[in-house]
T-cell receptor, first 111, second 115 residues
């Protein structure tokens, strides 16, 4: 059974600082997705990582995938308040295209 | 309308009521999903439909009954729910399955409260 673990689950950081969110998964997969969810809102797709070594960047966020280590990271550079949200990673289970989600990392960026 | 839409956005119902949630996708996708998101648990996949056939049913109680009349529409019929069924119900769709990438696009969700 595929399990997806994110850490930390809660992250409070100051504006301007850097930090990394980690996503580990238990079985082989080469497709991983990052989503953002604002309070009371739906999930917004951030990144699609489709192969080992994939790296994607959008603004202050950069995501990478290491399929051998079964690890993805979401790196935040010089955080700003607008990045406050919950971030989910999801791993493609493969057989029917089902995604298994992590528990999410609730990020709070304070001035 | 663009993307994935859901109606209603908010729903309050009693335990004896029958109601339905509706999802519509305008992306030309061939797979649709229902998820439950509650405060106590991570996103739980409930049902998957691929080309209008149900391919996944994750031990969901029978008081939840999905229906997919065509590739653009998905319903979740609710009857005799329990207070613990109160949650955000999210619909998603994706374009390709099995051996190809599967980015899912989510609707805004229906916030359900069962009294």
């Amino acid at each position: 059974e595929l399990k997806v673990e994110q850490n930390p689950l809660f992250l409070s950081m100051q504006e301007g600082k850097n930090y990394t969110i980690y996503c580990n998964y238990s079985t082989t997969s080469d497709r991983l997705y990052w989503y953002r969810q604002d309070p009371g809102k739906s999930l917004e797709s951030l990144f699609v990582l489709l192969s080992n070594g994939a790296v994607k960047q959008e603004g202050r966020l950069m995501a990478s995938l290491d399929t051998k280590a079964r690890l993805s990271t979401l790196h935040i550079t010089a955080a700003v308040h607008d990045l406050s949200a919950t971030y989910f990673c999801a791993v493609d289970q493969g057989s029917q295209g089902n995604l298994i989600f992590g528990k999410g990392t609730k990020l709070s960026v304070k001035p | 309308e663009t993307g994935v839409t859901q109606t209603p956005r908010h729903l309050v119902m009693g335990m004896t009521n029958k109601k339905s949630l509706k999802c519509e996708q305008h992306l030309g996708h061939n797979a649709m999903y229902w998820y439950k998101q509650s405060a106590k648990k991570p996103l739980e996949l409930m049902f998957v439909y691929s080309l209008e056939e149900r391919v996944e049913n994750n031990s969901v109680p029978s008081r939840f009954s999905p229906e997919c009349p065509n590739s653009s529409h998905l319903f979740l019929h609710l009857h005799t729910l329990q207070p613990e069924d109160s949650a955000l119900y999210l619909c998603a769709s994706s374009g390709r399955l099995s051996g190809s990438w599967n980015e899912q696009f989510f609707g805004p969700g229906t916030r359900l409260t069962v009294l």
